[in-house]
């Protein structure tokens, strides 16, 4: 029996030279999840690291000096902010190599912006959107203390999904 060590990320702003691997990371996360076909609309979106990179703050985790995750992080009022009320930072776009995931990547990153959160001033809780069929992400964010706020669940315009709505109090 094996036993899987905490894998220690460490988490900073995206520079320009990682664009292309943030996208290729989100790209095969999202694919390969069976998410999203690959001429969904919302690709071109995941994709667009540099526009993200203009409007949110576009951030990568690197485990032993290698970009393993990216995430995008916004507060409310900016362009990539979904369901950010005041005092309260969004997180989007999770994504997890492939050949990383199951390995604790997508823990780890998800603890390391809550302890970024807890610095920010004026930020007193973390809110995040997960499609209903993110089963793996939904036991995450529960096993991380973020509890369902359905009174704020969307759904996207023009299609048939549903959001969910997390909320983590700080």
Same mark, same amino acid.
């Given at each position: ?18 664009? &292309?691997?943030?996208?290729? $990371? #989100?790209? /095969?996360?999202? =694919?390969?999840?069976?998410?999203? !076909? *690959? +001429? ?20 990568v ?16 009022? &900016?362009?990539?902010?979904? $369901? #950010?009320q /005041?005092?309260? =930072?969004?997180?989007?776009?999770? !994504? *997890? +190599? ?10 780890a ?13 004026g ?26 706020a359905?009174?704020r ?18």
């Open positions: 029996m094996s036993v899987a060590l905490p894998v220690t990320v460490a988490l900073r702003l995206a520079a320009p030279e990682d664009f &292309q691997e943030v996208r290729r $990371i #989100t790209r /095969d996360a999202y =694919l390969q999840a069976g998410h999203f !076909a *690959v +001429d969904h609309p919302y690709m071109d979106v995941l994709e667009d690291v540099e526009h993200r990179a203009e409007h949110a703050e576009v951030w985790a690197e485990a032993a000096a290698k970009v393993v995750a990216a995430v995008t992080l916004t507060f409310a009022g &900016q362009p990539y902010s979904e $369901i #950010t /005041d005092g309260e =930072l969004e997180f989007r776009m999770l !994504a *997890v +190599d492939p050949s990383h995931q199951g390995a604790g990547v997508g823990r990153v998800v603890s390391e912006i809550v302890q970024y959160a807890r610095r920010l001033p930020i007193g809780a973390i809110s995040i959107t997960s499609a209903t069929f993110m089963e793996r992400a939904h036991d995450l964010y529960r096993s991380l203390g973020f509890r369902r359905p009174e669940d969307w759904y996207v315009p023009d299609e048939d999904v549903l959001l969910w709505v997390f909320r983590l109090e700080l």
